[in-house]
């Protein structure tokens, strides 16, 4: 049986404000969104309650794991009213929260419109069960909440006992939409393309400014509120330190333009004429001349732009987006039209203003002179143009707001969400979770400047790429330039500091740009700020591989972590292992902990059966060194010194550490007794020495 809706509640106004006043009013991601829920709401939301909210439209989640909410602010019994004779109008099944039944529909139908259409070609009133067949193509469960919603709310349809009928005609447009869409879904309960929006009582402020941290997604947040909205009802701007009233309301500027040329003769003006041809121009004698003049008039700018097609279209919400106003001079660039930011409870100017001559002149030709948005020469802010602003906190000092001009605004704060949090930071071999660098920084940032303005958002970087790697010059340019430059100028705070092995030393930013030691001084800042690489088996790179021949030698397996690998590949894999467990050692350091485990291992070998081990690591010079005594010696015995230079160099693992090339032998040999054994008294070492466990097999 088919269940066109959730059986939790009836849906009613009391319902819909349970709902959306537990709901939270902005976008976020969606663990915080469970974590709200969690708090917010008595009992276990996410088990019924939820796919009501979701059949509602009140929200969704989208495939990126970001929440979207259909209200913005608590709503009341009216509004939750209005909100359910729209949503019921409008409701479609199948649909994304829909679990059962419809396989026989070939595409979903809205209910009320489809009950309409079924009840004028009967002319009169038919059988509910017998009207629900014909649309569902099966049986329903729940049809008694569907009735009751239908019968409550949408406002054409009758329904007494098992008989239904309509009151009076219902028109609306049939559109196709995919079953599984959620986002289509959502939106189609889209209050910005009807009239109930436009005392905005259920959304942002007609006049809002979204401010926050650097990075936080206030441009984002915009955004996605205005998803869906033609991008001709939308006009952006940005203010900066040189912006001012005419590059945001308009002025006279010269214009190049055609016109024939005239000459005064007696009473008469003259059309001039080529009087013979002219190749350079390509004009034929007789032909009017034409030339370039110079000619002033009013170029309008964003402001005049909106104001125009806002009383253009007075059916369309007409949004003026402004990026940065604190970045410029507000005084300076509004002038005289700060007094039209004062809006009545209907979202009008409260105290319309004369417009100078030039503008005037401007709107009465582009509007007509006995238009309402010119009337008696003045400007008057009509309900349908939102101006919305972002400021980022940490630009205050640019062009402080005054408290006058800060009363006239909406202000809605973007906080920090910590939501990316499958973006890595790579520096070397090593991996760091962005989420937990963003945290440990911003910690430091609130103890060094005693403020919230200058933490980093969560979009303080800009990661293109697919898998959200942040790389070691991406942080370096843009996350610690920030930091240098803007957080600790002044020597505020401990974060400029890099521990490496014990020791501990300040840090300048040049330090950070010596290519020899840059990875090196990169991780140990990460170990002062005591941000640990990611300890799990996906940041070791596993997938090496050798050639079958030298894989065929051995006839042995191996196991870290539950993975297998052969001789050869263990190289890499214990060395992957090992710095990510003593990541901020320098590389003599490194060199002798290996000794040290090849001593062990030395020691621990049965020496009546197994050669030592006289090879495990080494820096480049006594690589080449190896590889030159290999030379030599297939030059005495009459052998091909390039052949032996070859197999020599293929005995050894290139690893990339800190800058510096390392080698790690990888030639290990387990057919024959003494060298299994020798193999053996490594992994035993390594697993005393390092704690890495080597299963052999």
Same mark, same amino acid.
Request: hydrophobic share 35%; charged share 30%; proline share 3%.
């Given at each position: 049986?088919?269940?066109?809706?959730?059986?939790? !509640?009836?849906?009613?106004?009391?319902?819909?404000?349970?709902?959306?006043?537990?709901?939270?009013?902005?976008?976020?991601?969606?663990?915080?969104?469970?974590?709200?829920?969690?708090?917010?709401?008595?009992?276990?939301?996410?088990?019924?309650?939820?796919?009501?909210?979701?059949?509602?439209?009140?929200?969704?989640?989208?495939?990126?794991?970001?929440? =979207?909410?259909?209200?913005?602010?608590?709503?009341?019994?009216?509004?939750?009213?209005?909100?359910?004779?729209?949503?019921?109008?409008?409701? =479609?099944?199948?649909?994304?929260?829909?679990?059962?039944?419809?396989?026989?529909?070939?595409?979903?139908?809205?209910?009320?419109?489809?009950?309409?259409?079924?009840?004028?070609?009967?002319?009169?009133?038919?059988?509910?069960?017998?009207?629900?067949?014909?649309?569902?193509?099966?049986?329903?469960? %729940?049809?008694?909440?569907?009735?009751?919603?239908?019968?409550?709310?949408?406002?054409?349809?009758? &329904?007494? *006992?098992?008989?239904?009928?309509?009151?009076?005609?219902?028109? %609306?447009?049939?559109?196709?939409?995919?079953?599984?869409?959620?986002?289509?879904?959502?939106?189609?309960?889209?209050?910005?393309?009807?009239?109930?929006?436009?005392?905005?009582?259920?959304?942002?402020?007609?006049?809002?400014?979204?401010?926050?941290?650097?990075?936080? *997604?206030?441009?984002?947040?915009?955004?996605?509120?205005?998803?869906? #909205?033609?991008?001709?009802?939308? &006009?952006?701007?940005?203010?900066?330190?040189?912006?001012? @009233?005419?590059?945001?309301?308009?002025?006279?500027?010269?214009?190049?333009?055609?016109?024939?040329?005239?000459?005064?003769?007696?009473?008469?003006?003259?059309?001039?004429?080529?009087? +013979?041809?002219?190749?350079?121009?390509?004009?034929?004698?007789?032909?009017?001349?034409?030339?370039?003049?110079?000619?002033?008039?009013?170029?309008?700018?964003?402001?005049?732009?909106? @104001?125009?097609?806002? =009383?253009?279209?007075?059916?369309?919400?007409?949004?003026?987006?402004?990026?940065?106003?604190?970045?410029?001079?507000?005084? +300076?660039?509004?002038?005289?039209?700060?007094?039209?930011?004062?809006?009545?409870?209907?979202?009008?100017?409260?105290?319309?203003?004369?417009?100078?001559?030039?503008?005037?002149?401007?709107?009465?030709?582009?509007?007509?002179?006995?238009?309402?948005?010119?009337?008696?020469?003045?400007?008057?802010?009509?309900?349908?143009?939102?101006?919305?602003?972002?400021?980022?906190?940490?630009?205050?000092?640019?062009?402080?707001?005054?408290?006058?001009?800060? !009363?006239? $605004?909406?202000?809605?704060?973007?906080?920090?969400?910590?939501?990316?949090?499958?973006?890595?930071?790579?520096?070397?071999?090593?991996?760091?979770?962005?989420?937990?660098?963003?945290?440990?920084?911003?910690?430091?940032?609130?103890?060094?400047?005693?403020?919230?303005?200058? /933490?980093?958002?969560?979009?303080? #970087?800009?990661?293109?790429?697919?898998?959200?790697?942040?790389?070691?010059?991406?942080?370096?340019?843009? &996350?610690?330039? =920030?930091?240098?430059?803007?957080?600790?100028?002044?020597?505020?705070?401990?974060?400029?500091?890099?521990?490496?092995?014990?020791?501990?030393?300040?840090?300048?930013?040049?330090?950070?740009?010596?290519?020899?030691?840059?990875? +090196?001084?990169?991780?140990? $800042?990460? %170990?002062?700020?005591?941000?640990?690489?990611?300890?799990?088996?996906?940041?070791?790179?596993?997938?090496?591989?050798?050639?079958?021949?030298?894989?065929?030698?051995?006839?042995?397996?191996?196991?870290?972590?539950?993975?297998?690998?052969?001789?050869?590949?263990?190289?890499?894999?214990?060395?992957?292992?090992?710095?990510?467990?003593?990541?901020?050692?320098?590389?003599?350091?490194?060199?002798?902990?290996?000794?040290?485990?090849?001593?062990?291992?030395?020691?621990?070998?049965?020496?009546?059966?197994?050669?030592?081990?006289?090879?495990?690591?080494?820096?480049?010079?006594?690589? %080449?060194?190896?590889?030159?005594?290999?030379?030599?010696?297939?030059?005495?015995?009459?052998?091909?010194? +390039?052949?032996?230079?070859?197999?020599?160099?293929?005995?050894?693992?290139?690893?990339?550490?800190?800058?510096?090339?390392?080698?790690?032998?990888?030639?290990?040999?387990?057919?024959?007794? /003494?060298?299994?054994?020798?193999?053996?008294?490594?992994?035993?070492?390594?697993?005393?020495?390092? *704690?890495?466990?080597?299963?052999?097999?």
């Amino acid at each position: 049986m088919a269940d066109p809706i959730c059986r939790w !509640r009836n849906p009613t106004p009391n319902t819909i404000c349970e709902l959306v006043n537990a709901l939270p009013h902005k976008v976020m991601n969606k663990s915080d969104f469970r974590d709200h829920m969690a708090s917010n709401w008595k009992g276990d939301f996410f088990h019924t309650p939820y796919q009501l909210a979701c059949q509602l439209g009140l929200y969704y989640e989208s495939s990126d794991n970001i929440y =979207y909410p259909r209200f913005f602010k608590d709503i009341t019994n009216e509004d939750a009213e209005k909100y359910l004779r729209f949503w019921i109008q409008h409701y =479609y099944v199948p649909n994304p929260y829909t679990k059962k039944g419809f396989h026989n529909l070939k595409r979903p139908v809205f209910i009320v419109k489809s009950i309409v259409e079924i009840i004028e070609k009967s002319n009169g009133e038919v059988n509910k069960n017998d009207l629900f067949f014909e649309i569902f193509k099966e049986e329903i469960q %729940n049809s008694d909440i569907l009735s009751n919603v239908i019968r409550n709310y949408s406002q054409v349809i009758i &329904i007494e *006992g098992d008989c239904i009928k309509l009151n009076k005609d219902y028109k %609306n447009i049939m559109r196709m939409f995919d079953r599984n869409d959620k986002k289509t879904f959502f939106e189609t309960f889209d209050l910005n393309k009807n009239d109930f929006k436009k005392n905005n009582s259920l959304n942002y402020a007609i006049q809002t400014i979204f401010y926050g941290a650097p990075g936080t *997604g206030k441009s984002f947040s915009i955004k996605k509120v205005l998803q869906g #909205v033609s991008k001709d009802q939308i &006009i952006r701007t940005t203010f900066h330190p040189d912006s001012d @009233y005419a590059t945001f309301v308009g002025s006279y500027k010269p214009t190049m333009k055609l016109g024939h040329r005239y000459e005064a003769n007696q009473d008469k003006t003259v059309l001039l004429k080529y009087p +013979q041809e002219d190749y350079l121009r390509n004009k034929k004698q007789g032909e009017p001349i034409v030339e370039k003049n110079i000619e002033y008039e009013f170029i309008p700018q964003a402001f005049t732009n909106a @104001y125009i097609k806002a =009383y253009q279209s007075p059916e369309e919400e007409l949004y003026l987006i402004i990026e940065e106003i604190n970045r410029g001079n507000c005084a +300076q660039i509004f002038g005289d039209l700060f007094q039209l930011l004062d809006r009545n409870e209907d979202g009008v100017s409260e105290y319309p203003i004369k417009a100078d001559a030039d503008l005037c002149a401007f709107l009465q030709k582009e509007l007509g002179a006995d238009s309402v948005g010119i009337t008696g020469g003045e400007l008057c802010l009509p309900s349908n143009l939102y101006i919305w602003a972002t400021m980022n906190t940490s630009d205050q000092s640019l062009f402080p707001i005054d408290s006058a001009f800060k !009363r006239r $605004w909406d202000w809605e704060y973007i906080p920090i969400r910590y939501c990316n949090t499958d973006w890595k930071i790579i520096i070397g071999y090593l991996e760091y979770a962005w989420i937990n660098f963003q945290k440990v920084i911003n910690d430091k940032i609130q103890n060094a400047t005693n403020s919230e303005d200058k /933490k980093i958002g969560d979009y303080f #970087v800009n990661v293109k790429n697919k898998g959200g790697i942040i790389s070691q010059d991406l942080l370096l340019n843009k &996350i610690i330039f =920030y930091l240098w430059n803007d957080v600790c100028k002044d020597d505020e705070g401990e974060i400029f500091r890099v521990k490496i092995g014990n020791d501990e030393t300040d840090v300048t930013f040049s330090e950070f740009f010596d290519e020899a030691n840059k990875v +090196q001084k990169l991780q140990g $800042w990460m %170990n002062f700020l005591g941000v640990n690489p990611i300890e799990n088996d996906e940041a070791i790179n596993y997938d090496i591989s050798y050639s079958e021949e030298e894989n065929s030698q051995s006839n042995r397996e191996y196991l870290i972590d539950d993975k297998v690998f052969l001789k050869t590949d263990l190289a890499k894999v214990v060395f992957n292992k090992y710095i990510k467990k003593f990541n901020s050692q320098t590389i003599d350091e490194l060199i002798q902990s290996w000794e040290r485990v090849k001593n062990t291992a030395n020691n621990n070998r049965n020496k009546a059966t197994t050669h030592p081990i006289t090879n495990l690591i080494t820096d480049i010079s006594g690589y %080449n060194q190896y590889i030159e005594r290999a030379e030599t010696e297939a030059e005495k015995e009459g052998r091909n010194p +390039q052949e032996a230079n070859k197999r020599a160099s293929n005995r050894w693992e290139k690893i990339d550490y800190n800058g510096t090339s390392l080698y790690v032998w990888k030639d290990w040999g387990d057919l024959t007794t /003494k060298n299994k054994g020798n193999m053996e008294s490594f992994v035993k070492a390594v697993k005393e020495e390092w *704690g890495i466990n080597i299963q052999v097999r």
